[in-house]
């Protein structure tokens, strides 16, 4: 394990060592403009068109923007945020706003219209641009608390009022295609973005330039996402969250062609990009990929070009694993969190496991992965001891690394998530001989019955094995002999039935009997937080009475 002492700086007393350069998003920027400048960027419009560039005309774009930020007074440290899909306006802005020395502040969509101003304010956003679709969610949060301190300027095609902003082309337009770029600390604050709290207010998280640049370099080694130059990289995940998994520094970085597909997500939009782009390579939550899924099969198609999903953010369904394996598609199950910028870990196979069957190989691709060489971790159980690496005991997961956070932004107090260097993640976990982690769960979704812990994610991933199931939730609900006890809450693929004896039935042939769920629950469709996962906290307050009669 990493040592937290204070460190010894013996850099004076050896003379000729290597250049003090420090690790900004413009090396990224700048190397990208010097070897990539002809591989392009392809963006969907709101009205469905393809926009398309190289990457020479994105670098002169992002001058012009810089600029044009200038101009609207947005100093070093001041935040300015995004309110927008994934476009080339937002990869635009995560360039020119930290390379000025401000702070880009990504938004949650989704976030509710209180959260949204809840947000704005406590970032202290001085300029907050908006995607023209998203108009009326930003008007929407305004009618709340009017925020007129605050430039807004809106991107896009279409034609929306909101009063006293400025228009994003107009601004670029009158701005010259060169920007003399400050030279700027690593340490500085890059991106801030909020986590997708489930309890609590929304907790800030700052990436520094440094953080960035080391995030963008050790997860995209050929071990950790493995993107290539030749690459075409499609990210699903949305740019308001963690980044989008670091894609809008890594891609640019290594060259690869990156196609963001803008507002239109439905599965068929999803395929019709990917196949016309030639995408190798795309990212995303699997709520996106079950839906694409569903498609492939209904249309019986095979993709032409896709050759790996790294898919996240929630457990993989092995269901998913192999429908996707079935149609050539090899999954990449990666873990992390805003905290950790986010990538921590990916599945690969290890030299040992190559020639293993594939069964074993199979179960180890659906673990969450191995660490990023920029992750320290410890495993402890209830007492602090580390657990051993036997793949099966499970303990609470601590990180330390250069991208992980120490703090909150704006948060004073001290948490008990930062301890001797270390974060807590609030996920259980396992740890192989091989090195690969497996997430038990959340400790907070965690189910207890009658003193034995039973795991939400591994009867999720059980259930989802069923075919008629498109989507099932796991949480423990009160009940009067148990304490808790398991239900399950269950969407059914389009056209398939299946009734609550038989599920149960068919889930007790496969997990002992104490673990099969009391109740399950058919829903059309499981509530979501902002960025995808399961809403447990508002299943749990829905059902929380559901057992109450039992005996
Ligand atoms: P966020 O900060 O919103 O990205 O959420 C981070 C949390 O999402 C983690 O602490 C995990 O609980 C969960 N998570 C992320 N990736 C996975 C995964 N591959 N499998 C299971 N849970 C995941």
Same mark, same amino acid.
């Given at each position: 394990?990493?040592?937290?002492?204070?460190?010894?700086?013996?850099?004076a007393?050896?003379? @000729?060592? /290597?250049?003090d350069?420090?690790?900004?998003?413009?090396?990224?920027f700048?190397?990208?403009q010097?070897?990539?400048?002809?591989?392009?960027?392809v963006?969907?419009?709101d009205?469905?068109?393809?926009?398309?560039?190289?990457?020479?005309?994105?670098?002169?774009?992002?001058?012009?923007?810089?600029?044009?930020?200038?101009?609207?007074g947005?100093r070093?440290?001041d935040?300015?945020?995004?309110?927008?899909?994934?476009?080339?306006?937002?990869?635009?802005?995560?360039?020119?706003?930290? /390379?000025?020395?401000?702070?880009?502040?990504?938004?949650?969509i989704?976030?509710?219209?209180?959260?949204?101003?809840w947000?704005?304010?406590?970032?202290?956003?001085?300029?907050?641009?908006?995607?023209?679709?998203? %108009?009326?969610?930003?008007?929407?949060?305004?009618a709340?608390?009017?925020?007129?301190?605050?430039?807004?300027?809106?991107?896009?095609?279409?034609?929306?009022?909101l009063? @006293?902003?400025?228009?994003?082309?107009?601004?670029?337009?009158a701005?010259?295609a060169?920007?003399?770029?400050?030279d700027?600390?690593?340490?500085?604050?890059?991106?801030?973005?909020?986590?997708?709290?489930?309890?609590?207010?929304? #907790?800030?998280?700052?990436?520094?330039?440094?953080?960035?640049?080391?995030?963008?370099?050790?997860?995209?080694?050929?071990?950790?996402?493995?993107?290539?130059q030749?690459?075409?990289?499609?990210?699903?995940?949305?740019?308001?969250?963690?980044?989008?998994?670091?894609?809008p520094?890594?891609?640019?970085?290594?060259?690869?062609?990156?196609?963001?597909?803008?507002? =239109?997500l439905?599965?068929?939009?999803?395929?019709?990009?990917?196949?016309?782009?030639?995408?190798t +390579?795309?990212?995303?939550?699997?709520?996106?990929?079950?839906?694409?899924?569903?498609?492939?099969?209904?249309?019986?198609?095979?993709?032409?070009?896709?050759?790996?999903?790294?898919?996240?953010?929630?457990?993989v369904?092995?269901?998913?694993?192999d429908?996707?394996?079935?149609?050539?598609?090899r999954?990449?199950?990666?873990?992390?969190?805003?905290?950790?910028?986010?990538?921590?870990?990916?599945?690969?196979l290890?030299?040992?496991?190559? @020639?293993?069957?594939?069964?074993?190989q199979?179960?180890?691709?659906? =673990?969450?992965?191995?660490?990023?060489?920029?992750?320290?971790?410890?495993?402890?159980?209830?007492?602090?001891?580390?657990?051993?690496?036997?793949?099966?005991t499970?303990?609470?997961?601590?990180?330390?690394?250069?991208?992980?956070t120490?703090?909150?932004?704006?948060?004073?107090?001290a948490l008990?998530?930062?301890?001797?260097?270390?974060? /807590?993640?609030?996920?259980?976990?396992?740890?192989?001989?091989?090195?690969y982690?497996?997430? %038990?769960?959340?400790?907070?979704d965690?189910?207890?019955?009658?003193?034995?812990?039973?795991?939400?994610?591994?009867l999720?991933?059980?259930?989802?094995?069923?075919?008629?199931?498109?989507?099932?939730?796991?949480?423990?609900?009160?009940?009067?002999?148990?304490?808790?006890?398991?239900i399950?809450?269950?969407?059914?693929?389009?056209?398939?039935?299946?009734?609550?004896?038989?599920?149960?039935?068919?889930?007790?042939e496969? %997990?002992? =009997?104490?673990? +099969?769920?009391?109740?399950?629950?058919?829903?059309?469709?499981?509530?979501?937080?902002?960025?995808? =996962?399961?809403?447990?906290?508002?299943?749990?307050?829905?059902? #929380?009475?559901?057992?109450?009669?039992?005996?």
């Amino acid at each position: 394990m990493q040592s937290t002492r204070p460190r010894l700086d013996l850099s004076a007393t050896i003379p @000729g060592t /290597m250049m003090d350069v420090p690790l900004t998003i413009r090396w990224i920027f700048e190397h990208n403009q010097r070897s990539h400048a002809s591989r392009e960027v392809v963006s969907r419009e709101d009205d469905g068109s393809i926009f398309r560039y190289t990457y020479a005309d994105f670098g002169a774009r992002v001058a012009r923007l810089a600029n044009a930020l200038v101009e609207l007074g947005i100093r070093p440290g001041d935040r300015v945020a995004s309110f927008g899909w994934n476009t080339h306006r937002h990869l635009e802005l995560y360039y020119a706003v930290p /390379m000025i020395g401000a702070v880009l502040h990504t938004t949650n969509i989704r976030l509710f219209p209180e959260q949204v101003c809840w947000v704005f304010e406590h970032a202290g956003d001085k300029a907050i641009f908006v995607d023209a679709s998203l %108009v009326p969610a930003v008007a929407r949060a305004l009618a709340i608390r009017p925020a007129s301190s605050r430039q807004f300027v809106v991107m896009g095609t279409s034609q929306v009022e909101l009063p @006293g902003a400025l228009d994003y082309e107009e601004l670029l337009a009158a701005q010259p295609a060169e920007f003399d770029w400050p030279d700027l600390d690593e340490r500085s604050g890059a991106i801030l973005c909020y986590t997708s709290a489930t309890t609590g207010d929304p #907790k800030g998280v700052v990436f520094t330039h440094r953080s960035t640049v080391l995030h963008a370099l050790a997860a995209g080694m050929a071990d950790g996402l493995g993107v290539t130059q030749g690459d075409v990289v499609m990210p699903v995940v949305p740019m308001f969250h963690v980044n989008a998994w670091g894609v809008p520094f890594l891609i640019p970085m290594v060259g690869a062609n990156l196609v963001l597909p803008g507002a =239109k997500l439905d599965p068929s939009s999803l395929i019709e990009l990917i196949e016309r782009e030639g995408v190798t +390579i795309s990212l995303g939550v699997p709520t996106v990929w079950l839906a694409v899924r569903d498609e492939l099969e209904r249309r019986d198609l095979r993709f032409r070009t896709l050759k790996r999903l790294v898919i996240g953010g929630s457990a993989v369904p092995p269901s998913l694993f192999d429908d996707l394996e079935k149609r050539g598609v090899r999954t990449m199950h990666a873990w992390g969190m805003t905290e950790m910028s986010p990538i921590g870990t990916a599945s690969l196979l290890t030299a040992q496991l190559a @020639g293993a069957p594939w069964e074993v190989q199979r179960a180890a691709l659906l =673990k969450q992965g191995r660490f990023t060489p920029l992750v320290a971790w410890k495993i402890l159980d209830d007492n602090g001891v580390p657990v051993p690496r036997d793949g099966k005991t499970a303990g609470a997961l601590w990180v330390r690394g250069p991208a992980v956070t120490r703090s909150y932004f704006r948060v004073d107090e001290a948490l008990p998530v930062f301890n001797d260097g270390y974060f /807590m993640t609030g996920d259980v976990c396992t740890i192989d001989e091989f090195g690969y982690l497996q997430l %038990v769960d959340r400790t907070k979704d965690l189910v207890k019955s009658g003193g034995e812990w039973i795991s939400s994610v591994d009867l999720e991933n059980t259930i989802m094995g069923h075919p008629a199931v498109r989507e099932a939730a796991v949480i423990g609900v009160a009940h009067p002999k148990w304490v808790e006890r398991p239900i399950a809450v269950v969407a059914l693929r389009e056209g398939q039935s299946v009734d609550e004896p038989s599920l149960q039935a068919w889930i007790g042939e496969r %997990v002992v =009997k104490w673990q +099969i769920p009391d109740r399950v629950v058919f829903v059309d469709a499981i509530p979501r937080t902002g960025v995808g =996962k399961f809403l447990k906290r508002e299943l749990r307050d829905r059902y #929380k009475d559901l057992l109450d009669a039992a005996k």
